[in-house]
């Protein structure tokens, strides 16, 4: 009979993982999720502009299906720890995307850096707080830090 205890140590070092998550304000789901945009499910439905410092366009759907199909890695570390753990600023272009998804409006801003970009997507455009009243303004479901 082999020994039970390695499979209750890794389960107790899930449990400890979990834990340390949801304390640091960190939604599970978030947690594990590594594509930007799965927060307005998928991207029928989907439609935006482009708006940078010098262009206002229409994002063409194969556009849109690779700004759906981006991975990258989770920027939320929980308030207690400042909210966005973002690296230093980035110098490059800032695009904002302006859209509608089954008549709903979303947002995303992307900063464009040479090795990296930062994405933040907005599911909800209106300026809410917390249940406490806390942390008003605008929410973005997620920040992503996506590898160039």
Known sequence: MTDPAPSYLRLLAE????VVLVYYGLN???AAAERPFA????VDGASAIRITNTA???VTPDELAALWALEGESLW?????GGWSERAA?????VFYDGLKDGARWWALVKVGAAY???YV???TERYADVNGDHYGHHPCGGWEIAR
Do not use: H, Q
């Open 15 to 18: 449990l400890i993982a979990l």
């Open 28 to 30: 599970v789901a978030d």
């Open 39 to 42: 927060c307005l499910g998928d």
């Open 56 to 58: 206002r366009e229409t």
């Open 77 to 81: 570390v929980g308030y207690e720890r």
């Open 90 to 94: 980035i110098r490059g272009e800032t």
């Open 117 to 119: 970009s930062v994405v």
């Open 122 to 124: 907005f599911a909800n």
